[in-house]
Nanobody, 125 residues
């Protein structure tokens, strides 16, 4: 079973930047689609970005051009670089892993196999 541990959340002003990291527990990570979902208070969990084992990336329209997802297979880690943060980016961000990127493409968080514990990102002035 893949375990995922996130880090890097925090508070930032609008326009600021944060970098989230997610470390996986074993090599199964290398063949998985990895990515991030987020859940704001009172809202459903939504896909943010995903990166497949071949490096193919996908992003939610709301973050395109501002967020960048990457992965380092040697470190079993996936990153989310978040720039130009907006108030509406405030949410708990969850790292996720799945054999394929379908959950992100189909906006189907319920079908994700593995989840991290979540990390809070707060954007406020």
């Amino acid at each position: 079973q893949v375990q995922l541990v996130e880090s890097g959340g925090g508070s930032v002003q609008p326009g600021g930047s944060l970098r989230l990291s997610c470390a996986a527990s074993d090599d199964k990570y290398k063949a998985a689609c990895m990515g991030w979902f987020r859940q704001a208070a009172g809202k459903e969990r939504e896909g943010v970005a995903a990166i497949d084992s071949d490096g193919t990336t996908s992003y939610a329209d709301s973050v395109k051009g501002r967020f960048t997802i990457s992965r380092d297979n040697a470190k079993l880690t996936v990153y989310l670089e978040m720039n130009s943060l907006k108030l509406e980016d405030t949410a708990v961000y969850y790292c996720a892993a799945d054999p394929g990127c379908g959950p992100w493409l189909k906006e189907d968080a319920l079908s994700v196999d593995y989840w991290g514990q979540g990390t809070q990102v707060t954007v406020s002035s």
